[in-house]
């Protein structure tokens, strides 16, 4: 796996851009890492912990030069998913979209045509 997904405010992603890095929502700073997903992952998290959420972004995360830091871990239903044990560095980021998770849990992105 190359790059895994995050969900983040606005607000959390400008502030991210400003410092450098990302130390994580109140979430991930509760549990010791940054929580990410796969592609497969992405939909049900969005649904399970944004339903009725605007002004997201979502980041695809290249996992490539984030080493050991990065550890896959065992979550729902036993799926691995990937954990981040350091902040994230903005420049592991590809691409940023905004983006809304409609009240059932359908994410509607704001550059959809």
């Known amino acids: 796996m190359t790059v895994a997904y995050k969900i983040l405010t606005s607000d959390d992603w400008r502030r991210m ?6 130390e994580g929502s ?8 940054i929580h990410m997903s796969t592609a497969d992952q992405l939909a049900e998290t969005a649904r399970r ?8 972004m979502l980041l695809t995360v290249d996992l490539g030069g ?3 830091a990065l550890v896959w871990e065992p979550s729902r239903g ?4 990937p954990h981040l044990y350091a902040p994230l ?7 940023g979209r905004p983006f809304a ?3 059932d849990g ?4 704001e550059d959809a045509a």
């Open 26 to 33: 109140a979430v991930d700073l509760a549990d010791g890492y």
């Open 78 to 81: 036993g799926a691995l998913f």
């Open 49 to 56: 912990h944004y339903a009725g959420q605007a002004d997201l």
């Open 89 to 95: 560095p903005v420049a592991a980021v590809t691409t």
């Open 106 to 109: 359908a994410m509607r992105f």
């Open 101 to 103: 998770v409609a009240e």
């Open 66 to 68: 984030l080493d050991d």
């Open 17 to 22: 851009v400003t410092e450098g890095r990302y």
